[in-house]
């Protein structure tokens, strides 16, 4: 079976900068991988390549067999591709209700239905209830943060790209996140790849977790393997990992 | 000389002429809105939307089907705009942002003197009048011009279907959410391309549509869209740049200031009271009335 998301060869140079250099890995429909490695390891610059926010120098991106050369950004999150930003891209100055229906706008094309039940489901879930009418902007960053979540999850896809969930963000928030990625995964075998520095909850959802160091694929393995490799040792800097 | 008939009177004229100069304020507002850039040719859609009208009511349905010919007028700018988007403006937004509004500028500014010599061209530096053969409307003992009153009921229901649209349809919103982060949008599944060319659509139209309305009151000419023009960027900043209700505000409080400046001062100078109000909101609120204080892209 084809895997769910598949990296062939990325390379991406910014100027002088080799951001990614032959990367390469492939995510299995179900699975939720990790994405380590220390800062300026080419994680978000990989990110941004799999979702289309840059095209590649060489290489290419599958989705589900699919090849993602040439497709803009909005063409592979139609594909099912969700991602989620480190700095949160929130409609600010709309409410926490019209930024969950904008998730619905690509679904409205195909005929489906507009969102209004899921929409408030969702708002149950995350306990956004008294904050539905208030404007994103004002919202803590916690709270962004899991209506970011909280917009991916409503319209449930096929393969999730987080880049950096958790950062900053305080601990029953942080729960409510993992649930909704657990529970994603679990009902609809969702594939995620999740970009984080918490080691404690990437070892909670990955079996598997890639690391990369300098642009380059540096191990791969569970987080236990990886973490005893001396070159992953040396990358960070000669801090174990944790 | 004060006498309160004369004070409704100045306010009236001047509300009505305000909502028309909030068209245009309007158009040059939601096209910044959207794609971030300024269209410095809006005036010479003012222009082709008023050519329009005059064609349509002098050569094809007459004058009394001249409210046929503000809708058909309006769309034809509007049809225009979605061409210009996307032979003109969407190769620029292929490019990195850095360089979009100097690209835009030197586009926009190009076309503006391109449809302009157009215009002179083709239709020769004459002024045109599509007359109006609309009667004189009594408010009260105050008689005000028909042709002007067709024009401030024609702009608020514009401005009513624009907000509607906006507020509760899906296409609004997808509007709104570009507005905001037009990354965000794309993450969501739109293009933002496309939302670019209804944007500009939009926007250009409603000046066509303010052209064609105040045809018979500004006339035609090749240059007739610059004054316009000036007062709908002289309301982007006072309302502030990118701001709906302060474009809609903003209109109307130029309109006002003009107006009454022009009955209780001078005439000869009814062009400066407006500026006059520019730098006093620049020396006091320099963001406008409305405007926010630097955006996210």
Redesign the interface.
């Known amino acids: 079976m084809e895997p769910a998301l598949e990296t062939i060869g990325l390379f991406k140079r910014f100027g002088g900068l080799l951001a990614t250099n032959d990367v390469s890995l492939s995510v299995e429909r179900g699975e939720i991988r990790g994405l380590i490695g220390p800062n300026g390891a080419g994680k978000t610059t990989l990110v941004n390549l799999v979702?289309g926010?840059h095209a590649p120098d060489a290489g290419e991106v599958k989705l589900g067999g699919q090849s993602l050369r040439g497709r803009?950004?909005?063409?592979i999150?139609?594909l099912g591709l969700?991602?989620s930003?480190q700095v949160t891209?929130?409609?600010?100055?709309?409410t926490v209700r019209?930024n969950l229906?904008?998730?619905f706008?690509?679904?409205?094309d195909k005929g489906e239905s507009?969102g209004a039940g899921q929409t408030e489901g969702m708002i149950a879930l995350t306990k956004l209830g008294p904050l539905a009418d208030t404007q994103a902007k004002k919202l803590s960053g916690g709270q962004r943060a899991l209506l970011q979540m909280a917009?991916g999850f409503v319209v449930p896809a096929n393969c999730y790209v987080l880049d950096e969930p958790f950062a900053g963000i305080n601990p029953v928030i942080k729960d409510a996140i993992i649930d909704m990625i657990l529970d994603v995964n679990r009902r609809h075998r969702a594939t995620f790849l999740v970009v984080s520095h918490e080691m404690a909850i990437i070892r909670r959802l990955c079996q598997q977790v890639t690391v990369m160091m300098e642009g380059r694929v540096a191990a791969q393995g569970t987080l236990d393997e990886v973490a005893r490799l001396p070159e992953v040792i040396a990358g960070y800097l000669g801090k174990a990992l944790e | 000389m004060f006498s309160t008939e004369l004070v409704v009177q100045t306010v009236i004229s001047g509300v009505m002429i305000g909502v028309l100069y909030a068209l245009m304020a309007l158009g040059i507002t939601f096209i910044y809105s959207i794609m971030r850039m300024i269209n410095w040719a809006m005036g010479e859609f003012y222009m082709i939307g008023s050519y329009l009208q005059y064609a349509l009511v002098a050569l094809l349905l007459g004058p009394d089907l001249w409210w046929l010919a503000i809708p058909i007028s309006a769309a034809g700018v509007f049809a225009f705009g979605l061409v210009v988007q996307w032979s003109l403006l969407k190769p620029i937004f292929r490019k990195p942002p850095e360089a979009r509004d100097d690209y835009a500028t030197v586009v926009t500014l190009a076309l503006l003197l391109l449809l302009r010599s157009l215009a002179t061209g083709l239709a020769g530096p004459n002024q045109f009048s599509p007359g109006s053969n609309l009667p004189v409307v009594m408010v009260g003992p105050m008689p005000l011009a028909g042709a002007r009153v067709a024009a401030f009921v024609f702009a608020l229901a514009a401005l009513a279907l624009f907000y509607c649209l906006l507020r509760y349809s899906w296409y609004g919103l997808a509007l709104r959410a570009t507005s905001q982060s037009r990354i965000g949008v794309q993450t969501a599944g739109i293009d933002v391309q496309g939302v670019d060319r209804i944007a500009f659509g939009v926007g250009v139209a409603l000046a066509g549509l303010a052209g064609a309305l105040l045809a018979p009151v500004f006339l035609v000419y090749p240059t007739n869209g610059l004054i316009t023009t000036v007062k709908g960027f002289e309301i982007v900043v006072i309302g502030g740049l990118g701001s709906i209700p302060g474009a809609l505000i903003a209109g109307v409080l130029l309109g006002l200031i003009e107006s009454l400046g022009a009955a209780f001062i001078d005439s000869a100078y009814q062009n400066i009271y407006g500026f006059a109000l520019v730098l006093l909101i620049l020396v006091l609120r320099p963001t406008g009335l409305f405007g926010e204080r630097g955006r996210e892209a």
């Open positions: 979702t926010v803009g950004m909005h063409e999150a139609r969700v991602r930003f891209r929130l409609f600010g100055n709309m019209e229906m904008t998730s706008l690509a679904r409205r507009d917009c």
